[in-house]
C-alpha cells in the first residue's frame, strides 16, 4: 500500500471540487473494496476524500412516489427500509444475497455501484491486465487460463471481466437513476443502464462518470409492483460472487423485466429481451444472450441463466 | 515405557475424567481472543520490527537481478535481504520440496525471494512493492496432467500386485472400469504462517505456528547450520493446519534470516494472497478404477491405478494407498504415478492420500454395487475384510466397519431412502441419499512429558506436543487427571515449546494417541516419585481425590511435598503394533438436494459413524469428526485450487476466490462413535479421528447427487458446471 493523505468531506460539491482539484484523489465509502485494492497495489491513490459524513444517509420519498436513497446508506440499512422491502423487495433480496453481514454493514450504495471486477487476474499486480494496466494484455484470455467466473456478453477481446455487484442488478431490473454532482458543481442524472460502459478497447474506463464527479443518490422510480424476485447461484449458499443472478420482476399479464449478473461488464438487460417474458425463459435468453461469447470454462453460464429464470418462472 | 503387548485391563478401563464429555480447556482464551497465536505474541520480544516478504512472480527460472535501493530508502526500512546475496541454504527438511529462501533459483510462483524489514507492517509492505527483480524465464513445460496420465496408463512396472488382477478382470462376470478426477485442494487454515525470530547470542528462538516441533527445531538447525539444542521453537496454539505446518515455511527463514541482519528480533506473517502459492496443496489425481466381481457381489478383482502432479522430488498425492487394505478381493493391482510438473510444492494435506483416494474409490463401490443391483451397505460388507488383504496372515488390529455401515444405515433411515435414481422430488428439489466408506490408518509414534507436582498439588504437564485447534490440551489434561487422581481443571498443560520433552506432534491423526500414551508414561513415572519421595510401594498406593492413598491414609497431593516432584518418561511403540494393520474405519450418509433448475447442491443432513478405538473426550473428538465432514462438503461441493496451466500457478488468491463451505450449507450433522477398544494401538486403547471425519464425506456426497438427478459426475468438484447439461428438464 502507498502512503496517502486523507481528508473528510463537509459537502457533496465540496467533495467533487476537491477530487477534481487533486490529482488520483479518490473518494472512500465504506472502504471494503476500495482498502483491499490499496493493500495490493491495484489501486494506487494519493489522496482520499472520504463521503460517508456529507448529508446522504437517508432515503427519502420522491415527488413521483419513488424513493431517493443517499450515496452513502449502508447495503444493510437500503436493504432493510420497510418501503423498499415492501414496494421493491427485488432490491431487498438482491442486497442481501451479497458479501456477509458485516461488509453489507460498511458498504454504501454507491460504493456497490462503483466496486471493482473480481477477475484473479486483476487482483494479481504480477499478471497482465488491461483493466489493471492497460496494455498489458489480459491474463484471463490466455489459453490455459481460470475464466470459469467471468463474463460471457458484453465482454471484449480486451478483457471478459463481469461487474460483480448484486444490489446494481435489481437496480437494473427497477430503472434506477443515478445522480451526482459534478466537480464544477452541477448535478446530472445518468440511468443505470448508462452508468457502466462496456469494455472495448478501454476496460479500464468502467463507468460513464467524469473524474471527480461524485454520485450523490440513486433514485427509484415509483413502485412497479409485480412479482419480484433475486435469484443468485453459486458454488455456496453465502458469501460467494454470482456465477449467474437473475432479477426479475413479472406483472401479472406476464410481461416484465429481466437483469442478469454475474454474465456482464455491466448489470445486464435487453428491452428485446423483456418483451419475450410472456414466451418463457428460453425465448428470453435467445434474446437476452444473443452475441454470448463464453470461454470454454464458463459457457455453462448460458445453460445456467436460462434454466435459473426458467425456475422463478415456475416453468416445467 | 515400552508398549511391546497390547494393553490388558487397566484404569482406563474404568476411567472417570478420559472418555468423557470435557469441553475445551483452552476454550475460553479462544473466544475471548486472548489465546497467543505467533504473529501477535509481542511480549515475547523486546523491539520487534515488521519483515515482509516479496516473491516471485514466475514459476520456474532464475533472478538475474534485484534492485533494492529504492526500498532501503523508504521511511522506516531497516534492511531488504534478497535470496541471491544470501545465497543458497541448505534444504530444511527432505519433506520440504521446494525451497524456501536462498540463491537464484526460482522453483514456484511466490517463493520467497526478499523479505524487507522495518519499524512497521506499512512500512515494510509499501516497500516490499518498491524491489524491482528481473527473471530469466524457463520454459514451465506441459502442466497437463490428462496428457501425462495417457503417457503413462499402461505402464504397470512395479506395480503392486496380489493373485492375477487381468484375467480375474477379465473372467468376472460383473465389472466396472471407471476414471475419476480430484483438483489441487488448498489447506486454506485461518492462521496463515507467521513467525517471530530472535538471535541471541547465536542461539535462535522462533515463535511460530507449526504441528511438529522437534520437525521445526530440527529443520531451522539444518537451514541455519545450528545445534539443535541452540534453537527454541515454540509454538501453543495453532490457528489451524491440516498439514501446511508440518514443516517449516518461509515464514519462519524469512524471519530468522532477517532477525539475525538487523540483529533485533523480527516477525513476518505470510500474507492472505501469497498463502496458495508460496506454502504447500494437496495434488490433483486422475484415478482409473476396475473392480470385478461374482454376480452375487464378491469381489474377485480390484485395481486402483492413478497419477498425480508433482514437483521434482515430491511426492504428489498418494491416492491408491487405502485400496491396498480397505477392500476383499484375491486379485489386486494397485499402482501411482507421479507427473513432475513445474507447480508449487505439493504436499501432506489433511488425510494426504485416502482424502483424494476415498474421493475416487468410493464412487466406484457405489457404481458397482448399482452394476450389480445391490444395496451399497450390502456390497461394502460383503466385500469386508478381517486381515489385509495382500498379506492375510496379517490381522487388522481391530476393524468393526461393518458395525459402521450397519449402524449408520439404521440410524440414517437408510431402509427408507430414495432408491431410483431422479425419482424424489421436494418442491425445487431432487432428493437424494448417498453412503461412503471411511478408511484411514491409526499410526502411533513416540511421545514424550514431563509432569510436574507443585507443592501446592497443582500437575502440570509439560510436552512438546501441540494443539492445532483439536483438543489436545484437554485430552492430555484428562488423561495425567486419570492417573494420578485429580480433575481435569486440576491439571495445566504446557505445549509446544521445544525445550520440553519430544512428543509425537500432531499430523497423520496420529497426535491424540501417542501423546496422551506418552503423558500417561510420564504420570506413570510420576506415581513413581511420588512412592519413592514417601517411601512407599508403588503397588500399595491408589490416587484418587486429589490425594494418595496408602493402606492407612490419604495424603492430599497439596502439601505432600515442600518442593516439587518432577517426573518424565516417554511412551515407545514396540515392532508388535506393525505385525497387524491398525486403522479406523467410518462410513458415512448424507442426503441431499439438487435444485432442478439449476443444480444447485445443498446439503440436508449428515451423519458420520466412526471405528476409532477409545474416544478419549466425545465433546473435541465430534468437534474433529464434525470439522472434517465439513472439510469432505467443500472437496465435494466447491473446493477447487485451479490451474492456471499456461504459467503454473494457482490464481485464486483468497478465502473469496477458493470457498470452502460456510455455514449456511452445512446441515444437522450427526457423529456416533462406536464404543471400540483397539489394545493393539496404546496403553489407552485409543486412535485417531481428525482425519478420518474427512475420508469418504466427498464420495458420499458425490453419491447422493447421483442419487438424486440419476447423472453421474466422476470429476470433482461437483459443481454444477459438470452436468447442467445432462439434467432432466425440470
Ligand atoms: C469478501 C467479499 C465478498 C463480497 N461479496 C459480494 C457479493 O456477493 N455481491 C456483491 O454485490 N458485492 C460483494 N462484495 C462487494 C461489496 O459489496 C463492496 O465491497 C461494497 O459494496 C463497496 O462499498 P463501499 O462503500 O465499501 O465502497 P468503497 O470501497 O468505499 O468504494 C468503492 C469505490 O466507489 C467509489 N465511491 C465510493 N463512494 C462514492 C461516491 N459517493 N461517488 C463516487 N464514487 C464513490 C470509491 O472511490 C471506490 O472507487 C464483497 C466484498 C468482499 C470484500
Ligand atoms: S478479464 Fe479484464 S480484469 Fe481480467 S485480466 Fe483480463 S483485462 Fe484484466
Known amino acids: 500500500m502507498r502512503s496517502f493523505s486523507y481528508e473528510r468531506a463537509v459537502d457533496p460539491a465540496q467533495a467533487a471540487a476537491r477530487a477534481a482539484e487533486i490529482p488520483d484523489a479518490k473518494f472512500i465509502g465504506g472502504g471494503t473494496n476500495l482498502l483491499d485494492l490499496m493493500k495490493l497495489e491495484i489501486e494506487t491513490p494519493i489522496h482520499l476524500i472520504d463521503v460517508r459524513d456529507i448529508g446522504l444517509t437517508e432515503i427519502t420519498e420522491t415527488e413521483e412516489g419513488g424513493l431517493r436513497i443517499g450515496a452513502q446508506v449502508t447495503n444493510t440499512d437500503l436493504s432493510a427500509d420497510s418501503r423498499v422491502r415492501r414496494d421493491y423487495p427485488v432490491l431487498t433480496r438482491a442486497i442481501a444475497a451479497g458479501a456477509s453481514g458485516q461488509i453489507r454493514n460498511k458498504a454504501t450504495t454507491a460504493g456497490n455501484l462503483l466496486q471493482r471486477t473480481r477477475c484473479p487476474y486483476f487482483y494479481d499486480p504480477a499478471q497482465p491486465c488491461n483493466k489493471r494496466a492497460p496494455g498489458s494484455g489480459c491474463g484471463a484470455l490466455t489459453e490455459g487460463a481460470f475464466s470459469r467466473q467471468l463474463g460471457v456478453i458484453g465482454t471484449s477481446e480486451t478483457c471478459i471481466a463481469t461487474h460483480p455487484s448484486d444490489m446494481a442488478v435489481a437496480m437494473r431490473a427497477l430503472d434506477a437513476v443515478v445522480e451526482t454532482v459534478t466537480p464544477n458543481g452541477m448535478t446530472r442524472r445518468i440511468a443505470i443502464e448508462d452508468l457502466h460502459v462496456l469494455p472495448g478497447q478501454t476496460p479500464e474506463q468502467e463507468t460513464a462518470l467524469m473524474p471527480g464527479e461524485l454520485i450523490t443518490h440513486v433514485v427509484l422510480p415509483a413502485p412497479v409492483g409485480g412479482q419480484q424476485a433475486y435469484h443468485k447461484v453459486r458454488d455456496r449458499s453465502s458469501y460467494a460472487f454470482a456465477l449467474v443472478s437473475v432479477a426479475l420482476i413479472q406483472q401479472a399479464d406476464g410481461t416484465g423485466a429481466v437483469a442478469l449478473g454475474g454474465v456482464a461488464p455491466k448489470p445486464w438487460r435487453r428491452a428485446e429481451a423483456d418483451a419475450e417474458l410472456p414466451n418463457g425463459s428460453r425465448a428470453v435468453m435467445a434474446r437476452l444472450l444473443e452475441g454470448a461469447s463464453p470461454t470454454e470454462e464458463n459457457a455453462f453460464k448460458l445453460t445456467l441463466a436460462e434454466r435459473t429464470l426458467a425456475a422463478m418462472l415456475k416453468e416445467g | ?730
Open chain 2, 1 to 730: 515405557m515400552q508398549f511391546n503387548t497390547p494393553a490388558g485391563q487397566n484404569l482406563f478401563d474404568d476411567a472417570k475424567v478420559v472418555g468423557k464429555p470435557t469441553t475445551r480447556i483452552d476454550g475460553p482464551l479462544k473466544v475471548t481472543g486472548t489465546a497467543p497465536y505467533a504473529y501477535e505474541r509481542h511480549d515475547v520480544a523486546e523491539g520487534q520490527l515488521v519483515g515482509y516478504p516479496v516473491l516471485a512472480t514466475i514459476a520456474k527460472g532464475r533472478i538475474t537481478s534485484m534492485d533494492t535501493d529504492t526500498a532501503k530508502a523508504m521511511p522506516g526500512v531497516l534492511d531488504v535481504i534478497t535470496a541471491p546475496e544470501v545465497g543458497e541454504m541448505p534444504s530444511p527438511s527432505d519433506m520440504n520440496v521446494a525451497p524456501l529462501f536462498g540463491g537464484k533459483e526460482i522453483a514456484q510462483y511466490h517463493q520467497a525471494i526478499a523479505v524487507v524489514v522495518a519499524e512497521t507492517f506499512e512500512q515494510a509492505r509499501a516497500a516490499a512493492a518498491k524491489v524491482q527483480t528481473e527473471y530469466e524465464v524457463d520454459e514451465i513445460g506441459s502442466l497437463d496432467l490428462q496428457a501425462a496420465w495417457e503417457d503413462v496408463m499402461d505402464d504397470r512396472s512395479d506395480a503392486t500386485r496380489v493373485g492375477d488382477f487381468e484375467a480375474a478382470f477379465e473372467s468376472a462376470p460383473v465389472t466396472i472400469d471407471k476414471t475419476y478426477t480430484t483438483p489441487s485442494h488448498s489447506h486454506a487454515m485461518m492462521e496463515p504462517p507467521a513467525s517471530i525470530a530472535q538471535w541471541d547470542d547465536g542461539k535462535l528462538t522462533v515463535w511460530t505456528s507449526n504441528q511438529m516441533i522437534e520437525w521445526a527445531q530440527a529443520a531451522l538447525a539444518k537451514t541455519f547450520e545450528l545445534d539443535a539444542e541452540d534453537v527454541r521453537v515454540d509454538s501453543p496454539y495453532i490457528g489451524g493446519g491440516f498439514g501446511v505446518k508440518l514443516f517449516v515455511r518461509s515464514d519462519a527463514i524469512l524471519a530468522a534470516q532477517a532477525a539475525r541482519r538487523v540483529g533485533q528480533a523480527v516477525k513476518v506473517a505470510m500474507p492472505r494472497p501469497m498463502v496458495m502459492n508460496n506454502t504447500a496443496h494437496r495434488a490433483s489425481t486422475i484415478q482409473r478404477i476396475r473392480i470385478g466381481a461374482t454376480r452375487d457381489g464378491q469381489i474377485t478383482a480390484i485395481a486402483h491405478e492413478a497419477i498425480s502432479h508433482a514437483m521434482e522430488g515430491g511426492s504428489g498425492e498418494n491416492a491408491i494407498g487405502q485400496t491396498r487394505q480397505f477392500y476383499a478381493g484375491d486379485n489386486r493391482l494397485i499402482k501411482m504415478h507421479l507427473a513432475t510438473m513445474a507447480l508449487p510444492e505439493e504436499n501432506a494435506m489433511r488425510a494426504p492420500g485416502e482424502a483424494a483416494g476415498l474421493m475416487a474409490l468410493e464412487i466406484a463401490m457405489d457404481e458397482m454395487a448399482e452394476e450389480l443391483g445391490m444395496d451399497p451397505v450390502a456390497f461394502r460388507v460383503m466385500n469386508d475384510t478381517q486381515v489385509d488383504p495382500e498379506d492375510p496372515d496379517k490381522p487388522f488390529s481391530e476393524r468393526n466397519f461393518v458395525e459402521c455401515l450397519e449402524r449408520g444405515a439404521d440410524a440414517f433411515g437408510w431402509a427408507d431412502r430414495n432408491t431410483a435414481p431422479g425419482a424424489t422430488r421436494d418442491g425445487d428439489w431432487l432428493i437424494g441419499h448417498g453412503l461412503a466408506g471411511a478408511y484411514r490408518g491409526g499410526p502411533a509414534m513416540a511421545s514424550g512429558a514431563r509432569i510436574r507436582l507443585t507443592p501446592q498439588g497443582q500437575v502440570i504437564v509439560e510436552t512438546a506436543m501441540t494443539d492445532i485447534g483439536t483438543g489436545s490440551y484437554t485430552i492430555l489434561a484428562q488423561t495425567a487427571a486419570e492417573v494420578l487422581g485429580v480433575t481435569a481443571e486440576d491439571v495445566e498443560v504446557r505445549l509446544g515449546d521445544s525445550s520440553y520433552p519430544d512428543s509425537a506432534g500432531s499430523g497423520g491423526q496420529w497426535g491424540a494417541a501417542s501423546s496422551t500414551a506418552g503423558v500417561y508414561a510420564a504420570a506413570v513415572a510420576m506415581r513413581q516419585a511420588i512412592a519413592d519421595h514417601l517411601g512407599k510401594d508403588v503397588e500399595d498406593l491408589s490416587f484418587e481425590d486429589a490425594s494418595v492413598r496408602t493402606t492407612d491414609k490419604q495424603i492430599p497431593l497439596a502439601g505432600l511435598s515442600d518442593t516439587e516432584i518432577v517426573a518424565e518418561d516417554s511412551i515407545e511403540f514396540g515392532d508388535f503394533r506393525s505385525e497387524q494393520v491398525v486403522s479406523t474405519f467410518g462410513a458415512h450418509f448424507v442426503e441431499v438436494g439438487v435444485n432442478a433448475y439449476t443444480g444447485e447442491t445443498r446439503l440436508r443432513r449428515m451423519l458420520a459413524v466412526c471405528d476409532a478405538g477409545r474416544i478419549l473426550n466425545p465433546i473435541t473428538a465430534r468437534s474433529q469428526v464434525i470439522g472434517g465432514m465439513v472439510m469432505g462438503v467443500g472437496a465435494a461441493l466447491m473446493e477447487d485450487a485451479a490451474i492456471d496451466t499456461a504459467r503454473g500457478f494457482f490464481p485464486a488468491h483468497d478465502l473469496a476466490g477458493y470457498e470452502v463451505p460456510v455455514h449456511a450449507d452445512i446441515p444437522a450433522q450427526e457423529v456416533i462413535f462406536l464404543d471400540t477398544l483397539d489394545p493393539a494401538s496404546t496403553p489407552l486403547k485409543a486412535k485417531g479421528v481428525g482425519e478420518l471425519g474427512l475420508c469418504g464425506v466427498a464420495a458420499a456426497v458425490a453419491n447422493a447427487v447421483y442419487n438424486a438427478t440419476g447423472v453421474r459426475v466422476r470429476d470433482y468438484p461437483v459443481t454444477l458446471d459438470r452436468f447442467i447439461d445432462r439434467l432432466p428438464s425440470a
